[in-house]
């Protein structure tokens, strides 16, 4: 029995960010993409800030905050590491977005799902995976689930 696995790291964004502008580490930051917040510091959480929060709003709830522009380049690379970390555990690896991957399983394997989110974890990266028996019921899981492994069985 084949299912989908859906490989998302939840942190992507904001830990490439500090990796790449290590001088914002403890100070508060958000990303913005088209107009929106895509990510952010923690420590933005309490002042409201979300995913998908307007750009113009996200100015005015937190003005002290670091804005940074988001570009593709920044993420293409580790997004090309997890993808060839994926391959290790299935050949079936289509990327999707940076930080979401879809995986092509032979049955639920846990197992396998288990040490991938271990290998983002490792990483310092916080990433959830999620088995399914289709490609939308895995993204939900994925995204709605907390970091580690979930499994929902096809027929469920």
């Known amino acids: 029995m084949n299912t989908v696995g859906y490989f998302y790291i939840r942190n992507l964004f904001f830990v490439q960010a500090l990796r790449l502008y290590p001088e914002l580490t403890g100070r508060p930051f958000w990303i913005e993409r088209n107009g929106r917040v895509l990510a952010h510091s923690p420590c933005l959480r309490q002042e409201g800030f979300r995913p998908g929060l307007p750009a113009r709003r996200a100015r005015r ?7 940074l522009a988001y570009r593709t380049e920044d993420y293409r690379e580790i997004h090309a590491l997890f993808c060839h970390i994926a391959t290790r555990f299935t050949p079936l690896v289509e990327p999707l977005h940076p930080g979401e991957i879809f995986l092509g399983l032979r049955g639920p394997d846990v197992d396998a799902a288990r040490a991938l989110a271990a290998e983002a974890r ?18 939900l899981l994925g995204r709605l689930s907390g970091p580690g492994c979930s499994v929902l069985p096809p027929q469920e």
């Open 61 to 67: 709830i937190a003005p002290q905050a670091e804005r």
């Open 122 to 139: 490792d990483l310092g990266f916080e990433a959830a995976v999620a088995i399914a028996g289709s490609r939308l019921t895995a993204r």
